[in-house]
């Protein structure tokens, strides 16, 4: 058991770290893109302009450092599924989220290289965006999942008795997903200030389909919120988390203000770099939300209640 307790306590560790340097892939994502550094290393990968080491350009050097921390966030998931897959055959859901880390890591991955080496629409960048938001998404929830695997093998877990209302689980399943909807809105929106993109097809502006999308989600989170606090009680993380995504929220709203008075450019890109990590911590709360909930639904509630019985 001793054996096996530190075995868990080191792949909570190494969850931890993949995590952290794939938040650090995500936002040196964000600095490629509005830098407009992208081409900073030329049309090739993974040589930077022909030479191993980039040359000493601000561009080449974002452009190097971004590859180098992405290549390190691939190699942490490949040795984080390999742990889980090794050490935590009993947690056939931490081995998908670290499955869905490693896929997501060497999709984006990929779609960065051809983004570098063929030029690729707004839309298909945003793309890009979206699946290193998954693999992030991914990777917290493999964190969050091995801490707790590592908490209860330690003291003995109090399963819930009160499960979730299925509405409410449904609710933040469609919360979730329509959140990843208005992430892709604003990555395209960000894509198409750069390749001046006006509308989409002559029919709606990116600003305008942001614009919607964000108000949209606005009264959304602040509905996740009440529902996930005032009718919870019984369930503390779900409260917590609801309260953190009401929070985020907020401070997108604050961030996106200040984006209209902002008007010295290295200042206004670290608010929208500020405001793109807050939407991305704000969708990895959500999907773990949404995994809790999928945990309290009523029907697993009743199996694994019958079985702690039996």
């Not at 919360?175 to 894509?191: D, E, K, N, R, W």
């Not at 929220?249 to 961030?255: F, Y």
Request: hydrophobic fraction near 50%; proline fraction near 3%; charged fraction near 10%.
């Amino acid at each position: 058991m001793s054996s096996l307790n530190n075995k868990i306590r080191i792949l909570k560790w190494l969850a931890l770290v993949t995590c952290i340097v794939m938040f650090l892939a995500t936002f040196g994502g964000g600095v490629v893109t509005r830098t407009d550094s992208g081409l900073g290393c030329g049309r090739e990968f993974p040589l930077c302009n022909g030479k191993l080491v980039p040359a000493h350009t601000v561009a080449s050097i974002i452009e190097f450092t971004h590859r180098s921390v992405s290549t390190m966030a691939g190699l942490l998931s490949i040795a984080s599924f390999v742990g889980f897959l090794l050490y935590m055959k009993h947690r056939k859901d931490l081995q998908l989220f670290s499955l869905l880390t490693l896929l997501f890591v060497i999709i984006q991955g990929a779609m960065g290289a051809l983004a570098v080496v063929f030029s690729q629409s707004a839309p298909v960048m945003a793309l890009h965006f979206g699946f290193a938001l998954i693999a992030f998404a991914s990777a917290t929830m493999m964190t969050l999942g091995a801490w707790k695997e590592h908490a209860d093998s330690r003291f003995n877990p109090r399963l819930p008795t009160v499960p979730v209302n299925l509405g409410y689980r449904n609710f933040i399943w469609l919360s979730t997903i329509y959140t990843y909807i208005a992430v892709y809105s604003g990555a395209l929106l960000s894509h198409s200030v750069i390749q001046k993109v006006v509308n989409l097809g002559g029919i709606i502006s990116p600003l305008l389909l942001h614009q919607l999308t964000s108000g949209l989600l606005f009264v959304v989170i602040l509905a996740v919120g009440h529902y996930s606090y005032r009718y919870h009680p019984n369930h503390r993380d779900i409260r917590v988390l609801g309260v953190v995504a009401v929070a985020l929220i907020m401070l997108q709203v604050v961030i996106g203000i200040s984006l209209l008075y902002v008007t010295r450019p290295e200042i206004y890109m670290f608010v929208v770099l500020a405001h793109m990590l807050a939407i991305a911590t704000l969708f990895s709360i959500l999907c773990y939300m949404s995994y809790r909930v999928w945990q309290l639904s009523p029907d697993r509630n009743i199996v694994r209640t019958h079985t702690q019985r039996t």
